[in-house]
């Protein structure tokens, strides 16, 4: 529950090999012109590759300007 409420005031989130072994996950909304969320953004990677922090500092400001972007265009 606090991972949920978390991820609703940070507006994103973030999994650490919890749907597979080796993968690191950040997803951000998509929301329409009323601000509802209608879908969400993610991209994945190979944790050796990056790790959590990095995927959250490094790629979540670009993921977040192209779902804001693409919800711009709702």
Known sequence: RDVILRAREERLAITDEE???GMVA???PVTDHQGR???AMS???LRARISPDRLKSELAPVLRE???A???NL
């Open 19 to 21: 749907l597979e072994e």
């Open 26 to 28: 950040l997803a951000v």
């Open 37 to 39: 969320t209608v879908a």
């Open 43 to 45: 991209v994945s990677a």
């Open 66 to 68: 192209y779902a804001a």
């Open 70 to 72: 693409l919800s711009r």
